[in-house]
């Protein structure tokens, strides 16, 4: 069965701390993955989209990782900012289309 | 980069009555769009594709006589939530591809900001 996990659920960190979300998949065959950024009550905005051949890719402060033998990526947030409290989704994508969202990981940034 | 809009951003309905969304592509043509509805605190679950000129294909579980998907152009899609109850509420988003500028490897879906649909 197609899945993508998330973790921690939810995560609270202090203004200008660096934080890792995790993501772990079982989605074959894998087209790519892709970090989204949800605010409360908005539809996602995209920060990284990976393929298969693709370890790292930045985004500003955003950097994600992706391991396609573990089936693991990891997304970095440096230097936490009060904008950056959202919810924050892996999804990995299947060769029609589809896309297999994770249950994504609620961030708050406390000053 | 590509643009989606939808409208209404939110709408309050009575149980019974139709309630009628709209998914536009601003800046690009879009072949194909997606619906999904998503849940307090849950993730986003397609409800069906809608492709230019034919009929949409819904997941399983979906209504299809319940949740109507026109996609006339190709930049309009809508979503009719016909004869509305409560459990209907939830939060509706598209999303759209942009076939110019999304390489196969990527396929990117550009996600439009949501309708907040609550059924009285």
């Known amino acids: 069965k197609n899945q993508v996990e998330q973790s921690p659920q939810s995560l609270i960190i202090l203004e200008g701390k660096n934080c890792t979300l995790q993501?772990?998949?079982?989605?074959?065959?894998?087209?790519?993955l892709r970090w989204y950024k949800q605010d409360t009550g908005r539809g996602p905005v995209s920060l990284t989209i990976m393929t298969f051949s693709e370890n790292t890719k930045s985004n500003g402060r955003y950097t994600a990782t992706l391991d396609a033998d573990t089936k693991q990526s990891s997304l970095h947030i440096t230097a936490s900012q009060l904008s950056d409290s959202a919810s924050y989704i892996c999804?990995?994508?299947?060769?029609?289309?589809?896309?297999?969202f994770g249950t994504g990981t609620r961030l708050q940034v406390f000053p | 980069g590509a643009v989606v809009s939808q409208h209404p951003s939110w709408v309050i309905c009575k149980s019974g009555t139709s309630v009628k969304i709209e998914c536009r592509s601003l800046d690009f043509q879009a072949t194909t769009m997606f619906w999904y509805r998503q849940f307090p605190k849950q993730s986003l679950m397609l409800m069906a594709t809608s492709n230019e000129g034919s009929k949409a294909t819904y997941e399983q579980g979906v209504e299809k006589d319940k949740f109507l998907i026109n996609h006339a152009s190709l930049t309009l899609s809508t979503l009719t939530v016909t004869s509305a109850h409560p459990e209907d509420s939830s939060f509706y988003i598209c999303?759209?591809?942009?076939?110019?500028?999304?390489?196969?490897?990527?396929?990117?879906?550009?996600f439009g900001p949501g309708t907040r649909l609550t059924v009285l």
């Open positions: 993501c772990n998949y079982t989605v074959s065959p894998f087209s790519n």
């Open positions: 999804v990995v994508s299947v060769p029609t289309d589809k896309l297999i």
């Open positions: 999303s759209a591809r942009d076939p110019l500028t999304s390489g196969i490897a990527y396929n990117e879906q550009f």
